[in-house]
């Protein structure tokens, strides 16, 4: 999935216009002050109305005219929760509501793709509809189905406050690439929040970390990415390191992105999940999807696995439930043959996994399961990342081909040249950063913030605040600034 280099200091360009993301210099040094300000200044009651403005200016600013898909997607969600928090019909609504989200979400999003494997078949010629796909669009859709269907299920109390609900829906934090936000985790602050100090300092720490991962990394995988895939023919080694570097990539762009949503929702007052836990770590690959995007995983166990039967139902419904969670979460990441094939590789992968490998993996030594799992991914990755056929195949012969050898002169040049940084990506996807960090700014006197004193925290912060300079600098010099998540 070679992701084009067409980024604006603003933003990035995306079929239907430019969309603010947080690593750009607009978001940092206009957008986010001038919010900070207003939201500071203006008295609790008004805070909702001021962070809901903004977040549509957010989400307006790549496509005005999507503003208005997501404002009829809050409105149809909201009276369907107030008509079936009446209990007449219940059902009924249910299924009406859960069609037409997926309705709209299935137009944007897979209508060309199938129409476009139609006209593959002689004699059939449909005209694309060359709708843009609104962004963020699969994510709020998900919390809005979720919220709907907690309601029916009595497990939230139907929000009869429309600001609040449409805050739930647009907050520009988690808006564009999650993580997902269920409503319940966030009901009580939508209508009782304070802002306090120890939450902005958590919130900057981790957004600073996060546009650290997402500009002085991620952006640099991508360009090792590109660069050899670009590059047409691998051998053994530049295949290696091009799903090495695309690895890296996806996980410091999204997990990057994931702590930046996190520290400015703590900011406003908002407590987000978690969404990564260092899955790279994981021994198992049953493991690594219990940490990676924790918060996608956790909607489809609790909206699609567990109502059809999860695993109380033998093993044969078990496996088939298996296959629709893996299939659906293959298609959301896109219209695309890579995405299906890639949820259905892990599909098989976790039934082989939780019915054979499993009995056996205990006695393995604990660098086996890690090396087993790390393959494993890689090659998802690999499969996630071949758009077309020509990159998948690329991969392949470079893997699998003895002709195309094993190691070329771009492969060495493009190790040597990048040993260094893949091997940072590699340490700072493993907790070894946090613990050194931890363990550098932590001082028994004087303690103020989870055990750290004034002059660690005072330490902790100029270090923090150099990384931002540096990250600033970077994105001033540099316009390659792509996410990958965006489209999603």
Avoid at 93 to 98: A, F, H, K
Avoid at 139 to 148: A, G
Avoid at 178 to 192: F, H, K, N, Q, W
Avoid at 288 to 297: D, M, Y
């Amino acid at each position: 999935m070679s992701i084009d280099s067409v980024s604006l200091y603003i933003g990035i360009h995306t079929l239907g216009g430019v969309v603010m993301i947080f690593s750009s210099l607009f978001f940092l040094v206009v957008f986010l002050p001038l919010l900070l300000v207003f939201y500071i200044l203006l008295p609790n009651k008004c805070r909702n109305v001021v962070l809901l403005i903004a977040s549509l200016i957010f989400y307006a600013f790549g496509e005005p005219r999507y503003v208005l898909i997501m404002l009829s997607s809050i409105l149809f969600n909201y009276i369907m929760g107030l008509l079936i928090d009446k209990g007449k019909q219940s059902k009924l609504l249910l299924v009406i509501t859960v069609a037409g989200n997926i309705g709209v979400l299935s137009l944007f999003k897979y209508t060309d793709f199938i129409i476009g494997n139609l006209n593959n078949i002689p004699g059939v010629s449909i005209p694309l509809l060359g709708l843009a796909l609104p962004i963020g669009i699969s994510f709020y859709t998900f919390q809005t189905m979720s919220y709907v269907i907690d309601v029916y299920r009595e497990k939230v109390v139907c929000q009869k406050n429309i600001i609040r609900f449409a805050l739930y829906v647009t907050m520009f934090p988690q808006l564009i690439a999650g993580p997902i936000v269920r409503y319940a985790d966030i009901e009580t602050e939508l209508s009782d929040r304070s802002l306090h100090l120890n939450d902005v300092h958590f919130g900057a720490e981790r957004f600073i970390v996060g546009l650290a991962k997402k500009v002085l990394l991620a952006n640099e995988f991508g360009k090792i990415y590109d660069s050899i895939v670009n590059a047409g023919q691998m051998d053994f080694l530049s295949a290696f390191l091009a799903a090495v570097a695309f690895t890296l990539q996806i996980y410091f762009d999204f997990s990057g992105y994931s702590d930046m949503a996190i520290g400015l929702g703590r900011i406003f007052g908002f407590h987000f999940m978690e969404n990564f836990k260092y899955p790279y770590e994981a021994k198992s690959i049953t493991e690594f999807w219990s940490r990676w995007h924790i918060s996608l995983s956790t909607w489809f166990k609790e909206y699609v696995y567990i109502p059809l039967g999860g695993n109380r139902k033998g093993m044969r419904r078990q496996i088939i439930n298996l296959f629709v969670v893996w299939a659906l979460t293959g298609i959301w990441h896109g219209a695309g043959f890579n995405f299906l094939l890639w949820g259905l590789y892990y599909f098989l992968i976790l039934v082989l996994e939780k019915f054979v490998l499993l009995k056996y993996m205990d006695k393995w030594p604990n660098v086996c399961k890690h090396i087993y799992s790390i393959v494993i991914f890689i090659f998802g990755w690999v499969i996630f990342a071949s758009d077309k056929v020509e990159v998948f195949t690329s991969f392949m012969n470079g893997f699998f081909n003895p002709a195309t050898g094993a190691v070329s002169n771009n492969g060495l040049y493009m190790l040597s040249t990048h040993f260094i940084i893949i091997l940072i990506g590699i340490i700072g996807s493993t907790r070894l950063p946090i613990r050194l960090y931890e363990k550098l700014f932590k001082i028994e006197d004087g303690k103020i913030e989870e055990g750290r004193s004034v002059g660690a925290v005072i330490f902790a912060d100029v270090f923090l605040i150099l990384i931002f300079l540096l990250c600033v600098a970077t994105l001033v010099g540099d316009s390659y600034n792509p996410f990958l998540y965006f489209r999603f």
